[in-house]
């Protein structure tokens, strides 16, 4: 059974919302610096908004419909399971592929290294935890009266 797309947008923006929480106030907490916004931005003409509102689009529309439409029937486990999946599978492609991209090395070494490869991972498993919890919910049923 495929997540409604809607309710796993509805997840997606509660997960992009905790993710992003985690890495502009946990992170700094722990000695990291990690701005989504400022890296993605670079990509943009330098503008910290325009990163902002791509790190937002990528995890409330993109990521989420990806997810409903072709991963989640084949991912293993229950809706959380299948949703931390996803964000396991999220981490790598960003430590693999984005983060050399936009300079921060093979899995965040010009950026902290392990703490920081380790601090994304935790962000994206809470994304994809929240993203499949919400989107694979079971749907409520009318009483009939």
Known sequence: ??????RAMVGGLAGTIVMTAMMYIVAPMM??????AEMLGSMLGNSWRAGMMMHFVNGT???????????SARLPGGPTA???AWGVILWLLAQVVVMPMMGGGFFSMAMGGMMAAGGSLIGHLLYGSILGAIAGAPEARAVAA
Do not use: Q
């Open 1 to 6: 059974m495929n997540p409604n797309p809607v």
């Open 31 to 36: 000695g990291l610096r990690m701005d989504i």
């Open 61 to 71: 529309i993109i990521f989420p419909l990806v997810f409903a439409y072709l991963l």
């Open 82 to 84: 299948k949703g931390a």
